[in-house]
């Protein structure tokens, strides 16, 4: 309760009267996704918004001072919803909103030529006794296509104003605002609406309600029938509510409402939940049907949409375009991003070196060149991919193309427990070859079920993501010349059905459970303006550069401290100091007059003697002798001491695998994009064949997602037990795929 409140900037004199906020009365925004909320929001408030997370979730929280008539308005953007059931976490942080911190009044904003739809959540708040002003927005569209809505009767039907607005043009805004404060004040607005839900449910809900009331354990701001009507649609949080109210009373109410269930399936074959929503919608029809909404004209921006839709999801040519579509975005993604990301490397580099030329050799300079900069560099040059994949992804998501490929695969992803919504966090994380879970994991919040979310979060780091590319690459080249295009495209197929198996599985079992009955909405088709575009992208890239930034800087001096101490100690060093010393005298005494043979042999002594002792170095650091110790471990799947410790180093960040691999076989710096030297070497090494590159392909696959994606998935799924798991049970599965596929290799290949 006290949750949401915190989060509240709390100012000096604050008043504390319900719905008013530092003096200054509170107005919430409620209304489905894509109503135009977040355009009413930003002409209410202009630039003075304050934009945050609800805590412990990652739904954001907008709020913002409105004034009219001079008068200053607390306003607060609630998350977009269709309902306020607690199927979703935007839903459980509306409602929990609107029952622990009552607004003085909700502006419902509604798209005008959706009415029905929209219509159904107004109804909802109603019911929770919330003084409310409809909002009939996008009414310029609604006009255009022949709509005309009787908004004195729909009002008086509601019992609440309705004002008809463009948020685009700032028209009625003015008048929601003032209708809002007026209905806020008025003490009729509280009563809440009283819908009847039939014969079967009306005597339950209103035993259940006296019951309740004689408990006296009801104290939240809306009715006690609404808190009834939420019991009997089987809603969790206020199951739990009660749970922790009034066990007694708990199982009496539970046992009265197993009867109805069981009643009402026998009967009808459906769930109370389902009834209640049937009576809802029954109620908003008769109400439309009474004349409310004319129709004029067909040219119809609905038609429209159906038009393009016959095409766009046309089974045939929709799956086809849709192809094509994701296609284009990923080449212009990685073509175009291509350049901006070399930019910031090349910062970095030069960065690096000016540094380097600055700071005397020792240890700081190699923690500020090895570990600070190579790591900022490294997580930095994504973020111009990240903000064209998320203008891509604003873009698809405001024409309403995003909804459109989620229905088309909806079904497939259905019978795998998931959602057709996951869809696009699965490709945005490297479904297509070369993506990121960090982002990947983002694009999991526009899946409305926690489940299905979860599902999805957990499953999508088996995608291909463009760090672990390096890797395959380099592997298929060595090992699989020829065949390198097929290696890929096996590995990709490989990470989408591990991906859907194990999905399937977790849902029949941690994360068991129905699948939300949600329909899949198709809205129609818009036109987004550049600005809403840029808003989006933008809120999105900046939170990747914060979390990711912050957490991949500590990650990336971890790696570099892991790989440098401890450091030899002298007596260890002196002999290969010896070495190296006597190497360098015997090419620097070399006469003038030597062939280029010979000075070319003195060289490579000395390129050895200094490699022996790199290597001798790595072996003692923590990193080596983790890789040692790992070595009895990782043998059945074919890895040496080296290959761990650059998994090891992968799991920090899967960019810094190729170059680990590269250290340990003392190398010296590899350059991923140029892996050339690394490729001889491997391919010389004894203990080095097909079956181990097969073996190291999938297990670099499947294994713990790197660190900065772990603690977005943590964030995500709400819950340091979904990192541990990412971790440990992704890694196990890979070392079994790896130990089978290695051993399938050997007696294959020899
Ligand atoms: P939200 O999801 O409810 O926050 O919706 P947005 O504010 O992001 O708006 C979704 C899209 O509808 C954007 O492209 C807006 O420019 C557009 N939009 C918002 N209000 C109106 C309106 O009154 N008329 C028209 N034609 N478009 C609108
Ligand atoms: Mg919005």
């Known amino acids: ?74 306003l607060v953007d609630l998350p977009g919803t269709y309902s306020l059931t607690a199927y979703s976490m935007e839903e459980v942080v509306a409602r929990r909103e609107l029952t622990e ?11 005008a030529s959706a009415l029905e739809r929209n219509l159904y959540l107004t109804v909802q708040l109603l019911e929770m006794g919330q003084p409310l002003v409809l909002a009939l927005n996008m009414m310029d569209e609604a006009r255009k296509a022949g709509y005309q809505i009787d908004t004195a009767r729909l009002s008086r039907a509601l019992s609440s104003p309705v004002v008809e607005t463009v948020a685009r043009s700032g028209e009625g805004l003015d008048k929601a605002l003032a209708a809002a404060l007026e ?21 339950v809900l209103s035993v259940m309600e006296q019951r309740i009331s004689e408990a006296g354990i009801w104290k939240g701001a809306a009715p006690i029938r609404w808190f009834a009507i939420k ?156 903000l064209i994949l998320f203008a891509f992804v604003a873009f698809l998501e405001d024409t309403g193309y995003m909804a459109r490929m989620a229905y088309m695969v909806d079904r497939i992803f259905r019978a795998f427990g998931l959602h057709g919504n996951s869809m696009m966090a699965y490709i945005t994380a490297g479904g297509i070859a070369g993506g990121c879970a960090i982002p990947g994991a983002m ?64 849902r029949s ?28 992208c933008w809120e999105r890239a900046w939170m990747y550069i914060k979390k990711a930034g912050t957490v991949l800087l500590a990650a990336s001096i971890l790696i570099w401290a892991a790989m440098t101490f401890p450091r030899l100690d002298e007596q260890t060093a002196a002999p290969y100091e010896a070495a190296i010393s006597a190497a360098e005298a015997h090419l620097e005494a070399l006469p003038l007059n030597v062939t280029e043979e010979e000075r070319s042999a003195a060289e490579s002594a000395l390129d050895q003697a200094r490699q022996a002792m790199a290597e001798a170095e790595l072996q003692n650091t923590i990193g080596g002798r983790l890789g040692k110790a790992l070595e009895p471990l990782t043998a059945p799947a074919g890895f040496n001491w080296r290959t761990n410790v650059g998994l090891v180093s992968g799991i920090a960040a899967k960019e810094a695998l190729v170059s680990t691999l590269g250290t340990a076989y003392s190398l010296g710096e590899v350059d991923p994009e140029d892996a050339g030297s690394l490729a001889e070497t491997l391919a010389s090494q004894p203990d080095w064949s097909r079956a181990n590159a097969l073996s190291l392909m ?13 603690v977005v998935i943590k964030n995500e799924a709400g819950g340091w037990r979904w990192l541990v798991f990412s971790l440990v049970f ?21």
């Open 1 to 74: 309760m006290s949750q949401v409140r915190q989060t509240l900037k709390p100012e000096a004199g604050s008043e504390t009267l319900p719905g008013y906020v530092a003096g200054r009365p509170r107005v919430a925004l409620a209304g489905n996704p894509n109503c135009g909320k977040t355009t009413a929001f930003n002409a209410w408030t202009g630039a003075r918004q304050h934009v945050g997370n609800y805590p412990g979730v990652t739904v954001e929280r907008k709020e913002g001072v409105a004034h009219t008539h001079g008068q200053p308005v607390q």
């Open 101 to 111: 911190n009552p607004p003085l009044a909700v502006i419902d904003m509604a798209d």
């Open 183 to 203: 209905v806020g004040r008025s003490e009729s607005a509280r009563k809440g609406l009283h819908i009847s839900y039939g014969s079967d449910i009306d005597p």
């Open 231 to 386: 019991l009997i649609e089987g809603d969790s949080e206020a199951w739990k509510h009660l749970h922790a109210a009034d066990s007694r009373l708990e199982s009496s109410l539970r046992a009265a409402y197993d009867a109805l269930a069981a009643h009402i399936r026998s009967t009808t074959g459906t769930s109370p939940e389902a009834v209640i929503s049937d009576y809802r919608y029954g109620f908003i029809r008769g109400m439309l049907k009474d004349g409310v909404v004319t129709h004029v004209g067909n040219h119809d921006r609905l038609a429209l949409s159906d038009k393009l839709d016959k095409i766009l999801v046309n089974p045939l040519l929709g799956p086809i375009i849709m192809i094509a579509v994701l296609y284009l975005v990923f080449q212009v993604t990685f073509v175009i991003g291509a350049y901006p990301q070399g930019w910031v490397e090349n910062f970095f580099g030069w960065l690096g070196d000016v540094c380097s030329a600055l700071l005397p050799e020792g240890l700081l300079h190699s923690l500020i060149v090895d570990g600070v900069i190579a790591g900022l560099g490294g997580i930095l040059s994504f973020v111009p991919l990240v």
């Open 443 to 506: 694009a999991t919040r526009t899946l409305r079920s926690p489940r299905e979310k979860l599902a999805t979060l957990l499953t999508l780091p088996y995608m291909a993501c463009g760090a672990k590319l390096p890797v395959f690459l380099l592997l298929a080249g060595v090992f699989f010349p020829g065949s390198e295009a097929t290696v890929m495209m096996g590995l990709l197929l490989a990470g989408w059905a591990c991906a859907l198996i194990i999905a399937r599985l977790l």
């Open 509 to 536: 079992t941690i994360i068991r459970g129905e699948s939300t009955p949600f329909v899949m909405e198709l809205p129609p088709y818009r036109l987004p303006t550049l600005r809403a575009i840029g808003i989006h």
């Open 698 to 710: 999938l297990f670099v696959l499947l294994y713990s997602p790197c660190f900065v994606a772990l």
């Open 730 to 750: 992704n890694t196990l599965l890979a070392y079994g795929v790896a130990v089978v596929a290695y051993n399938v290799g050997l007696s294959v290949w020899g």
